[in-house]
């Protein structure tokens, strides 16, 4: 049983910065990717940042050069760094993690909200 755990969100003033835990717990013996989300009100849970087993990262147009994911040996944390943020990065923000026996995007934590005010 693989269970994961975010932390880290907090009421921030724009263009501060915070940075998000996501700890995974359980027996996980490949890794094929993990990622952070975030949704909005009304809105859908999109990809902001990932990164595959080999390091690899992507980001979301929207938060291209102030995120910047992140993870410890062995996968037990990832983390992400948000810089500069903005108001449009109010959301909650889910982390999520892939293997051969997880699909992507079917695996998630509670959450941490983000509340960026102006």
């Known amino acids: 049983q693989v269970q994961l755990v975010e932390s880290g969100g907090g009421l921030v003033e724009a263009g501060g910065s915070l940075t998000l835990s996501c700890t995974a717990s359980g027996s996980i013996d490949t890794v094929v990717a993990m990622g952070w989300y975030r949704q909005a009100p009304g809105k859908e849970r999109i990809l902001v940042a990932g990164m595959n087993a080999g390091g690899a990262t992507n980001y979301a147009d929207s938060v291209k050069g102030r995120f910047t994911i992140s993870r410890d040996l062995g996968w037990n944390t990832v983390y992400l760094q948000m810089n500069n943020l903005k108001p449009e990065d109010t959301a909650v923000y889910y982390c999520?993690?892939?293997?051969?026996?997880?699909?992507?995007?079917?695996?998630w934590g509670q959450g941490t909200q983000v509340t960026v005010s102006s």
């Open positions: 999520n993690i892939q293997s051969p026996v997880i699909p992507t995007r079917t695996l």
